[in-house]
């Protein structure tokens, strides 16, 4: 069955960098765009970032463009998220997510959580 | 970017009841809406794909419509494990956005 799981969150200060990671089991990982998605405590559902199965599509959200990097390496069936410039906004569970039909999610991971503090 | 705006944000009702909940586009998306059930400490689960198709494993219960910028996801007779919040999501051009969600309570 397909299994994600995410890896790397924790308490950071602001302006720091955090690096998650997803290990993919239980599907062809590399024939499948895949996902990142965020939840702020309390609040809705925002897409991060998205990169296609070959690594050469990658899409961000306006609000970490420039400071969020996504990775994949098909040979260890792991995606990743490099964070830098953290701000206290950006503190909220990170899902990394199989896409379906290229542009929703059909499996999604447990979650990590984030957080940006001083 | 496309905005999606969900209504309403609460919708409080009792098993059996239906459920109907909107989901209204800014601009034309086609059918590319999904629509997402998520429980409190859990991931979304997908529930319908392209407005109308439901998910596998999903039951006959939950049905979504609509194209264009209006779309309805009808939840017919509601079981005690529907009580959730409840998000749309389109897939027609970058970004792909969520709406901000309603709650189905008790």
């Known amino acids: 069955q397909v299994q994600l799981v995410e890896s790397g969150g924790g308490v950071v200060q602001p302006g720091t960098s955090l690096r998650l990671s997803c290990a993919a089991s239980?599907?062809?990982?590399?024939?499948?765009?895949m996902h990142w998605v965020r939840q702020a405590p309390g609040k809705g559902l925002e897409r991060v970032a998205i990169?296609?199965?070959?690594?050469?599509?990658?899409n961000y959200a306006d609000s970490v463009r420039g400071r969020f990097t996504i990775s994949r390496d098909n040979s260890k069936n792991t995606l990743y998220l490099q964070m830098d410039s953290l701000r206290p906004e950006d503190t909220a569970v990170y899902y990394c997510?199989?896409?379906?039909?290229?542009?929703?999610?059909?499996?999604w991971g447990q979650g990590t959580l984030v957080t940006v503090s001083s | 970017e496309i905005v999606l705006t969900q209504s309403p944000a609460t919708l409080s009702l009792s098993p059996g009841e239906r459920a109907i909940l909107s989901c209204r586009a800014s601009?034309?998306?086609?059918?590319?809406l999904a629509w997402y059930q998520q429980k409190p400490g859990q991931a979304p689960r997908l529930l319908i794909s392209?407005?109308?198709n439901r998910a596998t494993g999903i039951p006959a219960r939950f049905s979504g419509s609509g194209s264009g910028t209006d779309f309805t996801l009808t939840i017919g007779g509601l079981e005690p494990e529907d009580f959730a919040s409840y998000y749309c999501?389109?897939?027609?051009?970058?970004?792909?956005?969520f709406g901000q969600g309603t709650k189905v309570e008790i």
């Open positions: 997510a199989k896409d379906h039909k290229y542009g929703y999610v059909d499996y």
């Open positions: 239980g599907f062809t990982f590399s024939s499948y765009t």
């Open positions: 990169i296609s199965h070959h690594n050469k599509i990658k």
């Open positions: 601009q034309s998306i086609s059918s590319y």
């Open positions: 392209d407005a109308s």
């Open positions: 999501q389109h897939r027609s051009n970058w970004p792909w956005t």
